[in-house]
C-alpha cells in the first residue's frame, strides 16, 4: 500500500480481555517500530523488528505485551489480560531499514479503550 | 527521567506570525533530532531534522536552531498559517539506534 495501515482504527474491549493489533508496513520497509501514545502525550517508543526479529523490546511496559511479525512484513501487538491503563493510541511505523530514521513513516494508530 | 523537554506545552499565534517551540536534551550521545508534525487522528509525520555537526537548518518556513553546548535546540515557523495548526514533537535518538525518544508535544493554534 502507499502508506503504512493499521486495523483495526478503533478497539474497545472489556478489562482482562485480550486484543491483537495489525499494522501493515510500507512494502519493501525492513524495519518496523510499535509506539504508544497516551492522551496528551508524546509517542513512547515499545518495540522494533529488524526483518522477523525483534532488535529492540526495552520498551514493553510488561509481560502482557507481545508483538510478532513472522514473516518480515506484517505485525501484531498482542495484549493480554487488558487493564484500563493499557487505553492509548498505538501507533506503528516503519522504514526502509535501521539507521534511516529519515524515512520513518508513521500509521494513523489504533485507539485502544479499555472499560 | 524524561530525556526531551518540550516547551510551551501550547502556544497560539496570530497568522503571519513567527511560532517559536523550545527543545532540551540530557543525552549526549543523541545525534538526530527530528521534529513531527501531528494532526487530530493522524499519526506524526517528519517535518524537519538535524544533525549536531550544523548549527541551523531551513525548509521553506520551518527552521531549526541547534545550540550544541547547551543541548538545546527549537523549530521556528515563519509566517505561520491555520494550516500549521498541528501538535509538534520534538524528538531525539543515537545514531543506529532506531529507538526515536519524543518530547511531550506543544499544541500549535494559529489564529486566522
Known amino acids: 500500500g502507499a502508506g503504512v495501515s493499521q486495523t483495526p482504527s478503533n478497539k474497545v474491549t472489556e478489562k482482562g480481555k485480550y486484543v491483537e493489533l495489525r499494522c501493515d508496513p510500507i512494502?519493501?520497509?525492513?524495519?518496523l517500530y510499535w509506539y504508544r501514545q497516551s492522551l496528551g502525550q508524546g509517542p513512547e517508543f515499545l518495540i522494533y523488528?529488524?526483518?522477523?526479529?525483534?532488535?529492540?523490546d526495552s520498551g514493553l511496559p510488561n509481560d502482557r505485551f507481545f508483538a510478532v511479525r513472522p514473516e518480515g512484513s506484517v505485525s501484531t501487538l498482542k495484549i493480554q489480560r487488558t487493564e484500563r491503563g493499557d487505553s492509548a493510541v498505538y501507533l506503528c511505523a516503519s522504514s526502509p531499514g535501521i539507521g534511516e530514521g529519515e524515512k520513518l513513516f508513521f500509521g494513523s494508530g489504533t485507539q485502544l479503550s479499555v472499560l | 527521567q524524561q530525556q526531551v523537554k518540550q516547551s510551551p506545552q501550547s502556544l497560539i499565534v496570530q497568522k503571519g506570525g513567527i511560532s517559536i517551540i523550545n527543545c532540551a536534551y540530557e543525552?549526549?550521545?543523541?545525534?538526530?533530532f527530528p521534529w513531527y508534525q501531528q494532526f487530530p487522528g493522524k499519526g506524526p509525520a517528519l517535518l524537519i531534522a538535524i544533525r549536531p555537526d550544523v548549527s541551523e537548518k531551513k525548509e521553506g518556513r520551518f527552521t531549526i536552531s541547534f545550540n550544541k553546548s547547551a543541548k538545546q535546540f527549537s523549530l521556528h515557523i515563519m509566517d505561520s498559517q491555520p494550516g500549521d495548526s498541528a501538535t509538534y514533537f520534538c524528538a531525539a535518538s543515537n545514531y543506529g539506534d532506531d529507538k526515536i525518544i519524543f518530547g511531550k508535544g506543544t499544541r500549535l493554534h494559529i489564529l486566522p
Open positions: 512494502s519493501g520497509h525492513t524495519a
Open positions: 543525552n549526549t550521545a543523541f545525534d538526530y
Open positions: 523488528f529488524q526483518g522477523t526479529g525483534a532488535a529492540d
